[in-house]
């Protein structure tokens, strides 16, 4: 405030130099990003393969195969250094509890193999919460380890012929609804600070929690893959990319009980004092169900910032919101710099959310003055059948949303125009946008914040000037 008092009369000279610079850095933004679904992972056989067979697995769907998998695996790790080694799974169902990867490792699963997770908790092994949450997300103190897990690894892929990962997750989603657990729920795949991961070919199935969640990792492809959770599973995600950077997500469909895709960066006091951002991400050509849900969220946990994104031809139908950033005071952090383009909704209440009011807090402990910062997200070439509401932007008084920049919009809306939109503590720009948007969303230049603006135009200058 005082600064803007000061400058003044130099307004014009910092508007043009503020031009510049955002301009200039969003073209860069786009331009890096561009990247991260271009690079192609090269897939070269491994020199050696061994089956699961050969541990011992019994492929019957009764026989728990956990040692198998963890021998197998740790006769693997002397492979690392000649190239690495490829886990083959046959046709067959293969029961497991928790394993670990490890380094330079293919875990190829054939058409028809199955692996299953166990249903009994104590084959899930526990360990302690992430830091950048502090604690598990639904209960305090330890979580539930993954079936499949990463930990500080490097070149490794987990791909087949469509053979299926498939949790089995409906007594975790009894035991999570019934309150009769005692420690947070496990995800399916989890891959902590690790580098130069793919994910392709593969289908997941009924994750207890979220079915793939790359945390602290670096170059993730997740290529080609279906997941799918009933609309009944409480809570279950999708793919969730969390203080993650180099994320490429292409041509996969997914359809889970909460969210699709959901982008996140640790939850308040430890996520700000981790800080480690999700970045340079872009997702393309995918298909999202979320029906009590978003199909693309942001947040809500965003302590360590998003920024970076790049999301285009997605196709969202019969979900409770199509894209939502959500937020809430404590967080800090950020989320900006998110482009989004191409989209296709069909059978979706809300196309667009935006809340500073959403998620709850690890403890106590959290600063009620972190302010969360969401700006500079483009939404453009959007069509929409059968919306019933088409945006709801509710930003936080202290700390408003800004930079909402909508571009070739249309949604049909069932309950009419007057009530589409609903608006507060946000600035935005807009223009071909139907229905007409509320005021605060049509700022004119001048007083919306400037990025956005370069955005909108194709060739990435500012050329409107
Ligand atoms: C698997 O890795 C975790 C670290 O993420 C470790 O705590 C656990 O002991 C490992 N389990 C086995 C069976 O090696
Ligand atoms: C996608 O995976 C399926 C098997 O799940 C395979 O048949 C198909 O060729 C893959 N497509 C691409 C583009 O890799
Ligand atoms: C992959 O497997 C799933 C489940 O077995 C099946 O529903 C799907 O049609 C298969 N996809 C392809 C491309 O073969
Ligand atoms: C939680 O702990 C109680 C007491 O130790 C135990 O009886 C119960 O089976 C545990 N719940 C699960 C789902 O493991
Ligand atoms: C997916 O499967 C197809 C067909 O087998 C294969 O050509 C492609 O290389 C695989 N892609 C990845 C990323 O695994
Ligand atoms: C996803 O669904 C679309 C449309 O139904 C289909 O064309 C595409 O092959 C599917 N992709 C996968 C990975 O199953
Ligand atoms: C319109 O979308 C809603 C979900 O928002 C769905 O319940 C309803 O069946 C859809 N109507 C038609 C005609 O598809
Ligand atoms: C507007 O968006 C639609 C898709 O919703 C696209 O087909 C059309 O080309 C876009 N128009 C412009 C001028 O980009």
Known sequence: MLMQKKLRPMKMLVVLFLLLVLS????????????????????????????????????????????????????????????????YVPPGKWLTGSFNLTSHLTVFLASGAVILGSQDSS?????????????????????????????????????GDNGTIDGQGSVWWY??????????????????ASKDIVVSNLTFLNAPAYHI????????????????????????????????????IENCNITT??????????????????????????????????????ALAFGSEMSGGISDVLVEHLHLHDSLTGIEFRTSRGRGGYIKEIILSDIEMENVH???????????????????????????????????????LAGSFIGIQESPFTSICLSNVSLSVSSGSATSWVCSYVLGFSEFVFPEPCPDLETSFSNSSLACFSLLNSNGHAAAL
């Open 24 to 87: 200039n850095a969003v073209e860069l933004n786009v331009k890096e990003n561009e990247g991260e679904c271009e690079y192609k992972p090269t897939l070269d056989p491994r020199p050696h393969s061994v089956s699961i067979l050969e541990f011992g697995a019994v492929g019957d769907g009764k026989t728990l195969n956990t040692i198998a998998f963890q021998n197998a695996i740790f006769y693997l790790k002397s492979f690392a250094d000649k190239g690495g080694a490829q886990l």
């Open 123 to 159: 084959n899930w092994g526990i360990i302690e919460p992430l830091p950048s949450y502090g604690r598990g997300l639904e209960l305090p103190g330890a979580r539930y380890q993954s079936l499949i897990n990463g930990y500080m690894l490097r070149d490794v892929v987990i791909t």
């Open 213 to 248: 969640h790359p945390v602290y990792c670096s170059n993730v492809q997740v290529l080609n893959i279906s997941v799918f959770a009933p609309p009944e599973s409480p809570l279950t995600v999708g793919i969730v990319p969390d203080s993650s950077d180099k994320i490429c």
């Open 257 to 294: 009980g909460y969210d699709a895709i959901a982008l996140k960066s640790g939850w308040d006091e430890y996520g700000i004092a981790y800080g480690r951002p999700s970045t340079s991400i872009h997702i393309k050509q995918v298909y999202l169900q979320a029906s009590f849900g978003s």
């Open 350 to 388: 809300t196309a667009f959310g935006a809340t500073g009011q959403s998620g709850s807090h690890p403890d106590d402990k959290f600063d009620p003055d972190a302010l969360p910062v969401l700006s500079q997200i483009t939404l453009r070439n959007v069509a929409g059948r059968n919306i019933t």
């Open 175 to 192: 035991w999570i609804s019934s309150h009769s657990l005692n420690y947070s729920r496990p995800h399916l795949v989890e891959f902590i």
